[in-house]
């Protein structure tokens, strides 16, 4: 029996990411691809600008070394809803989750955990943003991308007050989970269910993490079909629920969905299991 190169794996994945792989029919599908690559196979260096504050964050991608060295549309949906939150609390759908945070102040500030950060936009954003202090992660060959494109940023991080970590996280790992510790506000994460032999590595990683009233904003970008397995296990640990949608792009029958997760739990027992 053949076995399969990491190259064709990588590419195979890369298929699947590129399109709505059961969402859409076969013409539809054809113009989603297309439509998506043309997105992801963009200038390596991007520029971001944020309105809330003025000021643009810069993010370089090297494509042709895989897949967390892309943007991805639900990164970039999570970035509007962050830019456009500090704009208009009052009709954001984050004003709830964040309200939870309102005693937090500049000498206790919001701690957030990214989860699969890839090129860093979104955690770049989130610490810019809200002035958080804001852990990155990824695996051991994405890091060093991702710490250039935090120092690229550090002007803008220390004109707003934000501040950022980036190590290592295998999700499942115990080692890697402990040495980070939980005390964490919050976690984000765009595009991590995609791959579904990492579905309880990441929901482990999830059990570790949700606790009392931390809880877990992920965009999401659905392909195919395989995904609701992760949802139904996700839902016999955690609260989830739709609190944003993107309209679809062009060619495409649907958009990104940003969900709310919470322990079921209130004191954390659960997610020790």
């Given amino acids: 029996m053949a076995i399969k190169s990491d190259e064709e794996d990588d590419f195979n994945l890369l298929t699947v990411l590129l399109g709505d ?9 054809a ?15 991007q520029q971001y600008y944020l309105d809330s504050i003025k000021s643009s964050v810069m993010i370089k991608q090297l494509p042709s070394q895989g897949i967390p060295f892309k943007l991805w549309p639900a990164a970039k949906s999570l970035v509007t809803l962050l830019d ?18 309102s005693n937090v102040s500049q000498h206790n500030r919001l701690r957030i955990l990214e989860l699969g950060s890839g090129t860093g936009l979104v955690g770049i954003t989130a610490a810019a943003i809200l002035g958080a202090n804001v852990t990155l992660t990824d695996l051991p060959n994405v ?14 991080l220390t004109l707003n007050g934000g501040s950022i970590n980036v190590v290592t996280l295998r999700w499942g790992e115990a080692e890697d989970m402990e040495s980070i510790g939980h005390e964490f ?8 269910v995609y791959h579904d032999h990492l579905f309880d590595p990441l929901l482990k990683t999830l059990q570790f993490y949700l606790r009392n009233n931390t809880g877990f904003v992920m965009a999401h970008l659905k392909r195919w079909k395989k995904e609701s397995v992760f949802f139904k296990k996700a839902r016999k ?14 060619g495409s029958r649907i958009g990104v969905v940003v969900y709310h997760f919470i322990c079921k739990c209130q004191d954390g027992s659960k997610s020790q299991s």
């Fill in 21 to 29: 792989v059961l969402e859409v029919e076969e013409e539809e599908r």
């Fill in 31 to 45: 113009a989603a691809i297309v439509g998506e690559d043309k997105d992801v196979q963009k200038e390596p260096q």
């Fill in 84 to 101: 456009n939150y500090q704009l208009q609390p009052s009709s954001s759908p984050l004003t709830q989750i964040f309200s939870a945070f």
């Fill in 143 to 156: 890091v060093p991308n991702l710490q250039s494109n935090v120092d690229a940023n550090c002007n803008t």
């Fill in 185 to 192: 506000d919050l976690l984000l994460a765009s595009d991590v």
């Fill in 237 to 250: 640990l955690f609260d989830i629920r739709k609190i944003h949608s993107d309209p679809p792009s062009s």
